[in-house]
């Protein structure tokens, strides 16, 4: 079934306990846990590579592939049963992209399993304001220079050449003994 499109307009006028939606990012894959759940030799590094990444996309947003996945959550029915409160979500619900709020407890896989009953539909990101294009923490404080987004495309970059190069700089050493 095609997926419904709001606008974020739209979606900031539900923030009442009767009527309450919330935007978290679809799909966010933070990598270093992500490559710590499938690490091996030498993988520490990359690990280390990795959380230099994710910092990066917190601070100054998704990677330029990721645009397109927040997900809008009715969350009315689940307000009284939410284990961390009604509070975080009603506040959640006021306009904003709720991503590192969201990630910031670590969510289980149950949670994300039950999140997929109050999903109902995607942000049109052409309705996003400048900032909350972002993963944005609520108190705005953070820069929109051009050297945040040259950080942001430049990341991934350093990071792969930092893995590579300590796999080069093992596998010499260890041809050395
Ligand atoms: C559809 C959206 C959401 C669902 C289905 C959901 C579900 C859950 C569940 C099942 C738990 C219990 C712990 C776990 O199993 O992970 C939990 C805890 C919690 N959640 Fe959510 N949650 C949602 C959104 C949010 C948002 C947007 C925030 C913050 C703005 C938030 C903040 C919290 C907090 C603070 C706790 C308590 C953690 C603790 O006590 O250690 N949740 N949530």
């Known amino acids: 079934m095609e997926e419904k499109v709001l606008s974020f307009e739209e979606v900031s006028k539900h923030n009442t306990t009767g009527d309450c939606w919330v935007v978290i990012h679809g799909k966010v894959i933070f990598f270093s846990l992500f490559l710590l759940k499938y690490s091996w030799r030498n993988m520490s590094f990359v690990f280390l590579g990795s959380k230099l990444l994710d910092f990066t996309r917190i601070r100054y947003g ?3 592939w990721e645009q397109g996945w927040r997900r809008v959550y009715d969350v009315t029915r689940f307000l009284d049963e939410h284990p961390g409160g009604d509070e975080v979500l009603l506040n959640a619900s006021s306009g904003m992209d709720a991503t590192v709020e969201f990630e910031d407890v670590s969510h289980t896989d149950y949670a994300r399993e039950l999140m997929k009953d109050f999903l109902i539909g995607k ?3 052409n309705t996003l304001p400048n900032m909350q ?10 820069s929109n220079d051009s ?3 040259l950080l ?3 990341a991934p970059l350093f990071v792969l050449a930092f893995a590579f190069l300590l796999r080069y ?3 010499n050493n260890n041809n050395n003994y």
């Open 62 to 64: 998704p990677c330029p």
């Open 123 to 125: 942000i049109d990101e």
């Open 133 to 142: 294009k972002k993963f944005t923490r609520h108190d705005a404080s953070l």
């Open 147 to 149: 050297s945040s987004h």
């Open 152 to 154: 942001l495309y430049t």
């Open 169 to 171: 700089y093992n596998y």
